[in-house]
C-alpha cells in the first residue's frame, strides 16, 4: 500500500496519506479521510461544546443545574446524577432502521430526542460552576480538569491549588495568569516555566527561584531582563516595577511579548523524551506522528490531547485507549470508530454519550449495552446481521466511516474548542463546513460598571466591588469579581481583571493554539531547514533546530 497525495475535500489543500495513514484506516475498516490534518482537526474540535456557563432545571426533575449546554440544544438535558441513574430507560427511546433514509440521519433525530447529561465532570466538592472537572474541590467557573483545589477560571489544569486564570497548568500553587507551567509556586504572567518560585513575567526558564522578566534561564536566582544581581539588588530594583497596577502590568505584558520575539530563543518543539515523533507538546511517546498535547502514547497519527493512546488515528481527547478512529473524548475504550463522549466501550461505532458498552452501533446515552443499533436491543446473530445490512446502505449513500453530521453538534462552531484551537476562523468558513455559528444576544443591564473603569490600583478597590456587575469592554459580557477572588488579588498584589473570564482564558490560551500547526523555517543558528510549530503571527526571530537550542542555552 503506498502513500497517497489528496486535495482536501474542504480547503482543497494538497495534503499526503502516508502507508501507514492508510494501514491504520483499512485495519479500522473505514475509508481514509477526505480532509487534511488542520480541517480534520477543526471538524472534530467543532463537536467539543465550550459555551457559557448558565442556569437551568433538570428536565428529569426540575432541579437547578448549571450547564455549558446553550438554550438551543435540542435534546433534553438531565442532572448528571440523574442521567447515570435508573430512573429513565435509553432503550425506550429505541426505534427501527429505516433503509430508504440516510442512516446518519436517523442517528441525528435519535440524538434529537434522548436526554444528555448536564455536564462533565465527578467526584467534586462545591465544584457547581465547572465542566470537564473531575475529583477537585472550591472550583469556580473552570473546564477540563483533574485534582485542583481553589481554583478559578482555570483551563486544563491538573493537581493546582489556590490558582486563577491558569491555563494548561500542572501542579501549581497560589499563581496567576500563567500558561503551560509545571510545578511553579506564586508565579504571575509566566509562560513555559517549570520548577520554578516566587516569580513573575517568565518564558522558557527552569529551576528559577526570584527571577523576573527574563528567558531561556536555567537554574537561576534574582535575575531580571537576564541580568544577574545580588539578593539585595533584585528586590531594591523591583520596587521599579509596580505590578499592582493594571495599566502598569499591561504594559509590562507588551514589553514581555517584545523580547519574547526578538531576544527569546525557542527550540523547534516543546516534545520530551520522544522517539520517533512529529508534533508539538508531546512526552514520552513513541511513534507518533501529526500529534500535540500528547502524553505515554505509541503508534497514533492526527492526535490532539491524549495519554497512553495506542494505535489510534484521527483523535480529539483520548486516554487509556486502543485502536480509536475518527473518535472525540473516547476515554478507556477499544476499537472504536466514529464515536464522541463516551467512556469504556469497545467495538463500536457511531456512539453519543455512552458508557460501558459493547458492539453497538448507532445509539445516544446507553450504559452496560451490548447489540443495540438505534436504541434498540438485539440478539447477537441479529445486531450482526442488521450492521452489515446498514453498512452497505451507508457504502452505497457515501455516508460509511464519516464523522457526526455537526447537526448532532451539541452547539454552535463558535462555542466550541475548535473556535479557541483557531482563533482565525470565522462564521463563514465554518458554516462552509456545514456547521451553524449562533449570534446569542448580549442583555443590557442596569447600573452596571464599564470594565475599563475600575480602579488602577488593587489598593483602591472597596469591598462593595463584590456586588457590582461589570462589562467587558472587548466582549460585551457582564462579569463579577466574587469575594474569595478579591482577596486573592489583595493577598498577591494582583489589580483587578478587565476583561470577561471566558475572554481573558482564549487569549491566554492562544499562543498554544498558534504551535500546533507544522511551519517550516531556517534556525536561527545553523541556518539548515527545519520543521518547527510557531506560527508567523507570533513574529519569533529566533527559532532554534534542538541541536542548536541545547548547545546555547544551558
Known amino acids: 500500500m503506498s502513500s497517497q497525495n489528496k486535495f482536501c475535500a474542504n480547503c482543497t489543500q494538497l495534503f499526503t ?47 437547578q443545574i448549571i450547564t455549558m449546554l446553550p438554550e438551543s440544544v435540542k435534546f433534553p438535558i438531565y442532572e448528571h446524577e440523574e442521567f447515570l441513574s435508573d430512573a429513565w430507560d435509553p432503550l425506550s427511546y429505541g426505534q427501527d432502521y429505516d433503509p430508504n433514509r440516510p442512516f446518519l440521519e436517523q442517528l441525528t433525530e435519535l440524538q434529537h430526542k434522548v436526554p444528555h447529561p448536564h455536564q462533565l465532570g465527578r467526584l467534586n466538592t462545591a465544584c457547581e ?160 506522528t501529526n500529534c500535540s498535547f500528547v502524553e505515554k502514547s505509541e503508534n497514533c497519527r492526527q492526535l490532539i490531547r491524549g495519554y497512553e493512546a495506542k494505535d489510534s488515528i484521527e483523535v480529539v481527547s483520548c486516554g487509556l485507549t486502543e485502536r480509536s478512529t475518527r473518535t472525540l473524548l473516547d476515554q478507556w475504550s477499544y476499537g472504536n470508530s466514529c464515536v464522541m463522549y463516551v467512556t469504556n466501550c469497545r467495538y463500536s461505532m457511531y456512539l453519543d454519550s455512552c458508557e460501558e458498552c459493547q458492539d453497538c452501533f448507532g445509539s445516544v446515552g446507553l450504559r452496560k449495552k451490548k447489540h443495540c443499533i438505534l436504541n434498540k436491543q438485539y440478539t447477537k446473530e441479529e445486531y450482526e446481521k442488521l450492521r452489515e445490512r446498514i453498512k452497505q446502505d451507508m457504502v452505497k449513500r457515501g455516508e460509511w466511516g464519516k464523522f457526526f453530521p455537526f447537526e448532532m453538534a451539541y452547539g454552535p462552531f463558535n462555542m466550541s474548542l475548535a473556535r479557541w ?74 489589580p483587578l481583571p478587565q476583561k470577561h473570564f471566558d475572554q481573558r482564558t482564549f487569549e491566554r490560551f492562544r499562543p498554544m493554539c498558534l504551535m500546533f500547526m507544522p511551519q517550516h523555517g531556517i534556525c536561527y543558528y545553523c541556518k539548515k531547514e527545519i520543521e518547527h510549530y510557531y506560527d508567523p503571527e507570533l513574529g519569533f526571530k529566533k527559532i532554534s533546530c534542538t541541536p542548536c537550542y541545547q548547545q546555547n542555552i544551558s
Open 421 to 494: 484551537s483557531f482563533p482565525h476562523m470565522g462564521k463563514k468558513e465554518a458554516e462552509a463546513m456545514g456547521a451553524r455559528w449562533e449570534e446569542t444576544p448580549i442583555p443590557s443591564y442596569e447600573n452596571a460598571i464599564a470594565s475599563d473603569k475600575l480602579p488602577d490600583l488593587i489598593d483602591d478597590v472597596k469591598d462593595e466591588i463584590t456586588k457590582q456587575r461589570l462589562i467587558c469592554v472587548e466582549s460585551k459580557l457582564s462579569y463579577n469579581i466574587a469575594p474569595h477572588e478579591l482577596a486573592f488579588y489583595r493577598q498577591h498584589g494582583i
Open 129 to 288: 460552576w465547572t465542566d470537564d472537572w473531575w475529583e477537585s474541590k472550591d472550583s469556580y467557573l473552570c473546564r477540563s480538569g483533574y485534582r485542583n483545589e481553589t481554583v478559578s477560571y482555570g483551563y486544563r489544569i491538573s493537581t493546582a491549588k489556590e490558582c486563577i486564570d491558569c491555563a494548561y497548568c500542572f501542579d501549581i500553587e497560589q499563581s496567576y495568569d500563567c500558561l503551560y507551567c509545571y510545578k511553579g509556586w506564586r508565579l504571575k504572567y509566566c509562560f513555559n516555566t517549570h520548577d520554578s518560585v516566587e516569580s513573575a513575567f517568565l518564558y522558557d526558564c527552569r529551576n528559577c527561584n526570584n527571577c523576573f522578566m527574563s528567558w531561556n534561564l536555567r537554574n537561576k536566582r534574582y535575575c531580571i531582563l537576564n541580568q544577574q544581581y545580588t539578593k539585595e539588588e533584585y528586590f531594591e530594583k523591583l520596587k521599579q516595577y509596580n505590578l499592582r497596577s493594571f495599566s502598569a502590568v499591561q504594559k509590562l505584558k507588551e514589553e514581555f511579548w517584545g523580547h519574547l520575539r526578538d531576544e527569546a530563543v525557542h527550540r523547534e518543539n516543546l516534545n520530551t523524551q520522544v522517539t520517533a515523533c512529529r508534533g508539538n507538546f508531546m512526552t514520552e511517546n513513541k511513534n507518533c
Open 17 to 63: 496519506l502516508t502507508t501507514e495513514d492508510l494501514v491504520m484506516y483499512e485495519q479500522a475498516g473505514i475509508p481514509p479521510t477526505a480532509d487534511c490534518m488542520g480541517c480534520t482537526w477543526k471538524r472534530l474540535l467543532g463537536f467539543w461544546i465550550l459555551g457559557r456557563f448558565r442556569v437551568t432545571k433538570s428536565a428529569l426533575s426540575g432541579k
